[in-house]
């Protein structure tokens, strides 16, 4: 089974121009299967075993909008991506980071696997559950949580049922360990004793920028509060495990899911 596995990436990876002049042309099924072990130690606990993303995006997509050419998608493994959960592969060597590049270049050959949902119908359910309170999908709703126009393009589809029935649980982690630097509930307390609760969208070491459920934006400077709650491993996000039905959520997954960044 790994040898099939071996040649079908291969296949795969030879449908690149030779003009193109690829780093990752003319690997052996072995130097693949090497990859392949790499990510799953190295890469799956975000992305996923088969890499169709999980608290990472999924990476089986023909074109990986980071690293639309092989050489950009090793910078990005070597590198990592500033600002965001991706870090840089520091502990592997050049050799090994150009393997694990191949295996995910091979997984956009991988057939997406359908889901049970209706997206259409996932796409009502979404409406009525008043998720665009709070989201923008395609330049519409509101700003108070992420973006989602290209959220199925971002996150696998474990982790999508997951954030919606247990929020607080599909929290990504940042890669040096803490929770979301984006979205992170926030309660402050100023020095008139008036309270500002909201999420955080920007944090230096003098200020800390929050936007409130209303949508407002406050800038606040750190010496001047009383206090400073950061929540941890909570959810402005509220759970819905029981509040769906188990089809309405298999459509709302297969409606995000399909969301993936087109207008």
Known sequence: ??????????????????HAQSPLVGLSPSDLEHG??????????????????????SLARRVLRRAPDDESLIKVIAGGIPDTSMPEAWQMSDRERQLVA?????????????????????SAVYETAGCPTCHIVRGEGGSFGPDLSDVGARRGV????????????????????SRYVAHLPIKATISDGRVVEGVRVNEDSFTI??????????????????????????????AYEGLLSSRDLDDVVAFLAGLRGEK
């Open 1 to 18: 089974m790994r040898s099939l596995v071996g040649l079908a990436l291969v296949a795969a990876l030879t449908l690149v121009p030779a």
């Open 36 to 57: 392949r072990r790499l990510f799953e130690a190295q890469c799956s606990r975000c992305h996923g075993f088969n890499g169709r993303g999980g608290s990472g995006p």
């Open 102 to 122: 191949a295996f995910v270049r091979s997984l956009g050959s991988v057939a997406e696997t359908p889901l049970p949902g209706d997206p259409t119908r996932g």
């Open 158 to 177: 474990a982790h999508l049922r997951e954030a919606i029935v247990e929020p607080a649980k599909a929290l990504p982690e940042a890669s040096d360990g």
């Open 209 to 238: 920028q929050l936007r409130s459920p209303d949508g407002q934006l406050h800038s606040l400077d750190k010496a001047a509060l009383r206090a400073l709650d950061k929540q941890f491993g909570a959810s402005v996000m509220p």
